[in-house]
């Protein structure tokens, strides 16, 4: 059993075998509110009945309410059973979990608020929504809030490996404690032998990050390096790469005045179901008539261009509109697989 | 009717979705590009076309059909840019980006500025990711921060264009500078409400239309145009912008790096207070910004 479902990235399926079968239909039931919808089916060609089936599906689980429960329902209509299935196969229960944490240096210069923006923009898409932007946080309040996070959002002073509190305390290093990956690997658990307790099925409770903005200046330096411990373990018990998750950095200076406009141009494509990789082209557009949009690199004041905003991890990533691992335009909140 | 002439004739000049595909076709040909991955879809935006070829290449063009940008996805680059480095210094990387303009169409007189090699850390040793070249145009002698440009990105072991972006239609102001170097520091320390220590300035062609601009200003940046402006630059990368021509203060931008000591948000009260103490009613930035030398 999955201890959660997390992002744009979740499964679920059912199987039957042992009865010539003319029909099956996969659901997916949201229990606190009853609403259901078809995800799969099978028909037969009315010659063949296979003995089994089975039928899996992909959703989005930011279609459903954070902290409401949602589960799996098989129905199998046995050939000549005149339209009767047997009693539908139930998983149990599964809690979803949507978080995007919002944190910002309570610094008044971060004006406008990019934080405030992010927090409005998301508003009303079934993300829990933690925004922690005037509050003297610390590493401490970063840790805990990301309990049950799948999104991040933080925008701090910021350098090649490491970005800042509140208090312009070094927090969050690639490499050095604190950081990501010793911190994730606590929060997450360790992975055990290939393919057991990967997420979702990992020990914890908490599901990894899928999608992290660094909205700080310097730290797509190394988003690789910041890569591997944020978005620990990198890979699910389904396939053995990164998928569906993403880290997006700068690599130059950025300014204060135009952080709001960087949030804007990061997650107004990502909320409309677009990818990582179709909001860098929409950057790229953007930037292509906006020549006034300056970053400070190596040598001074320039044009920012589009190698200045660093992803790793994988392109395809989306926080809504279900994964379809290409750059497709959003399909639904569900797909068969 | 004469609407209705003025928006036929700027639809014929529009280049349609065949078009786009095309002339992108053409100008990804003349790129030295690892692939041979063709145009696939277009996309008409406010101000731009785009055109991705596949998941990894997108080329933005003007309505006009003219190039704007091109890049492509860096995946699994660090592998790639192992080796011996095509480039030893500066001027390896601006023959080569060189090489790269000659094939468009690029704007008149652009003279080199500055080269980036982003350095690319990993555990087995520090690699260059990529190399980028600046080309800008210097009207009368002046670089343009906000004008004419050529930004050619390298692939540092290949030398194959990994990005590239042009913008080849703005014009600049005859230079009408009323505003010496000393003033415009003046107006600085005065706008931050304390002395500056270190600063450097330079002339630069400048344009901005964000709302706290001056009016003026954000006029010549819808029209395209760039008047020359002071930047007032600190070491650690605050910049305070000021018109040449009027004494406006036109932008103030500060990097959110490295914490300053005494938080501008007090700069600011500072120099509200002094705005105040000479005479102007109002105390918020914007007002501050109205200030003129003469």
């Known amino acids: ?337 | 009717m004469i609407t209705s002439i003025l928006t036929t004739l700027t639809a014929s000049l529009q280049i349609g979705p065949d078009e786009a595909l095309r002339k992108a076709g053409q100008y990804a040909r003349v790129l030295d590009r690892p692939f041979d991955a063709t145009p696939e879809s277009v996309e008409r935006h406010e101000r731009v076309i785009s055109v991705s070829f596949g998941a990894d290449e997108l080329i933005v063009l003007t309505f006009r059909g003219d190039l704007v940008s091109y890049s492509r996805l860096e995946r699994a680059l660090e592998a790639d840019i192992r080796g011996t480095p095509r480039f030893r210094s500066d001027s390896d990387a601006f023959i080569r980006a060189q090489e790269v303009m000659e094939q468009f169409d690029c704007p008149p007189n652009l003279t080199p500025r500055s080269v980036e090699w982003r350095p690319y850390p990993s555990r087995v040793g520090s690699f260059v990711n990529s190399i980028s070249c600046y080309f800008v145009q210097n009207p009368h002698g002046y670089a343009t921060s906000v004008g004419n440009h050529m930004i050619v990105g390298l692939h540092p072991r290949t030398g194959q264009v990994l990005s590239l972006s042009m913008l080849a239609d703005w014009n600049y102001e005859q230079p009408n500078i009323r505003v010496t170097t000393s003033e415009a520091r003046g107006i600085a320390e005065w706008y931050l409400g304390h002395s500056v220590q270190g600063w450097h300035t330079d002339l630069e062609w400048f344009s901005h239309d964000a709302s706290e601009v001056p009016p003026e200003v954000r006029t010549l940046y819808a029209a395209k145009k760039s008047r020359l402006c002071y930047f007032v630059k600190s070491a650690a990368g605050a910049v305070v912008i000021i018109d040449s021509t009027n004494g406006d203060v036109v932008r103030h931008m500060v990097p959110a790096s490295i914490p300053s000591p005494v938080p501008f948000g007090r700069y600011y009260a500072i120099a509200a207070a002094v705005c105040h103490a000479s005479g102007f009613a109002a105390v918020s930035m914007r007002p501050l910004s109205r200030y003129r030398v003469r």
């Open chain 1, 1 to 337: 059993m999955p201890f959660y479902f997390a992002g744009t990235n979740c499964r679920g399926s059912g199987a039957n075998f042992g009865l010539p079968i003319e029909a099956a239909e996969l659901y997916i039931r949201d229990v606190n509110t009853n609403e259901v919808e078809l995800v799969n089916w099978f028909d037969s060609d009315g010659t063949n009945y296979p003995l089994s089936i089975g039928l899996s599906a992909m959703f989005d689980s930011s279609h459903f309410v954070p902290g409401h429960s949602v589960r799996m329902e098989f129905w199998v209509y046995p050939r000549d059973w005149e339209g009767v299935p047997l009693p539908p196969g139930e998983s149990a229960p599964v809690v979803i979990k949507n978080k995007l944490m919002m944190f910002e240096i309570s610094d008044p210069n971060f004006t406008p608020d990019p934080s405030v923006f992010v927090n409005s923009t998301m508003t009303g898409q079934n993300y829990t929504l933690a925004l922690h932007n005037a509050d003297g946080w610390s590493a401490t309040t970063y840790e805990n809030e990301m309990i049950g996070t799948n999104a991040v959002m933080v925008a701090t002073h910021g350098y090649p490996e490491k970005h800042d509190d509140d208090a312009s305390h070094w927090i969050y290093h690639t490499y050095n404690p604190l950081n990501y990956l010793s911190f994730r690997t606590t929060q997450v658990g360790s992975p055990g032998p290939w393919g057991v307790l990967l997420p979702p099925y990992n020990p914890t409770t908490n599901p990894p990050l899928n999608f992290v903005h660094l909205l700080t200046c310097s730290c797509g330096t190394q988003i690789d390096q910041f890569a591997t411990g944020a978005l620990y373990p990198g890979r699910n018990i389904y396939v053995p790469t990164i998928e569906d998750q993403a880290i997006v950095g700068y690599v130059p200076l950025i300014y204060i005045a135009d952080l709001q406009t960087h949030a804007d141009l990061v997650w107004n494509p990502l909320k409309a179901g677009k990818t990582v990789g179709k909001m860098r082209e929409a950057l790229q557009v953007w930037l292509g008539s906006h020549p006034n949009f300056h970053v400070i690199g190596a040598t001074g004041d320039r044009q920012m261009e589009i190698a200045d905003l660093a992803i790793a991890g994988d392109p395809f990533t989306r926080i809504k509109s279900v994964f379809t691992g290409t750059h497709s335009n959003p399909i639904s909140w569900h797909r068969p697989l």
